[in-house]
């Protein structure tokens, strides 16, 4: 008699559905990079990836989702969470990765997503999009409250559209450089807002 091993299938059954998930997402991104929002379809997108539209509608249930799952991942990727033991240096590289990202195609078609006041049904997923990057700042900024690098009673959400605001000013008003001048230039001035009188003294 075969011996069958469960976890084995299990194996398979996972990497297969991990498989048809990056085909999606990275057909979803291909989609939007060549033609915007506007020209991304699930039927286009099922056909980029080899999957019946229904698998799409099953797991994503609309378009604003898949675009928004996909756009999500790869900014994760671009913009982690960074860890490097100091205020200072978490709000550096996060407004560097930030900076690095918003120039590249990707960036530049979220931005003219995030302008957009034509796409009333895309609203939760660009809401549902914003409140999951605003994470990853306030994580930065509630770690430093823990170790005593801020001031109490900080309102992390303005700190952190703040932090980010003089890059979007650059780059959509004075079409200014945003190198990393202006991101060290950027942080020094927002930690002397909201750094702790005795953070870094011994």
Do not use: C
């Not at 409140?131 to 823990?146: H, I, N, P, Y």
Request: hydrophobic share 45%; proline share 4%.
């Amino acid at each position: 008699m075969a011996v069958t091993n469960p976890s084995a299938k299990a194996r398979r059954t996972g990497g297969r559905s991990a498989r048809v998930r990056a085909a999606v997402l990275r057909a979803t991104l291909d989609v939007l990079l060549a033609g915007g929002a506007d020209d991304l379809s699930i039927r286009d997108v099922a056909q980029r990836a080899g999957v019946h539209e229904t698998s799409i509608y099953r797991r994503w249930g609309s378009r604003a989702n898949l675009i928004l799952d996909a756009v999500l991942g790869e900014t994760e990727a671009a913009i982690p969470v960074p860890d490097t033991g100091s205020l200072r240096g978490d709000l550096l590289a996060l407004v560097t990765s930030i900076a690095a990202f918003i120039t590249t195609p990707l960036g530049e078609v979220l931005l003219r997503l995030a302008l957009r006041t034509d796409l009333a049904e895309d609203q939760a997923a660009r809401e549902r999009f914003w409140a999951e990057r605003f994470t990853t700042g306030q994580t930065v900024l509630r770690r430093a409250q823990a170790r005593g690098e801020l001031r109490p009673g900080l309102d992390y959400r303005l700190t952190v559209e703040t932090l980010i605001g003089a890059l979007y000013v650059r780059l959509l008003l004075t079409r200014e450089p945003v190198d990393d001048a202006l991101t060290e230039r950027v942080v020094d001035l927002i930690l002397a807002g909201i750094a702790a009188p005795d953070a870094g003294r011994p």
